[in-house]
């Protein structure tokens, strides 16, 4: 799998106050603003992929490779950090 430049930079560094990025007016309507709001999110799902991936179908209707990308990076994150 290739990553963007940015998937590389954000999981390269502390989350700190970044935004979210993807798909982010509608994450942001419904609450979630910032990505430690979104990673909040997928701890709370307990790092399920199929879970977290639903959730953000169908909290802001990103498509399937935009929940991978976005699973895939916060769980890239969660090995570099947690």
């Known amino acids: 799998m ?26 942001e309507e419904r609450g979630f603003d910032k990505a430690c709001v979104v990673l909040g999110q997928f701890l709370v799902l307990k790092k399920d992929e199929d879970l977290f991936q639903e959730w953000l179908k169908h909290t802001c209707g990103a498509n399937t ?8 990076c916060l769980r890239e994150w969660c090995d570099a950090f947690l």
């Open 2 to 27: 290739t990553t963007s430049q940015k998937h590389r930079d954000f999981v390269a560094e502390p989350m700190g106050e970044e935004p979210v990025g993807i798909l982010d007016k509608k994450l």
């Open 65 to 72: 490779k935009q929940s991978q990308d976005c699973f895939g």
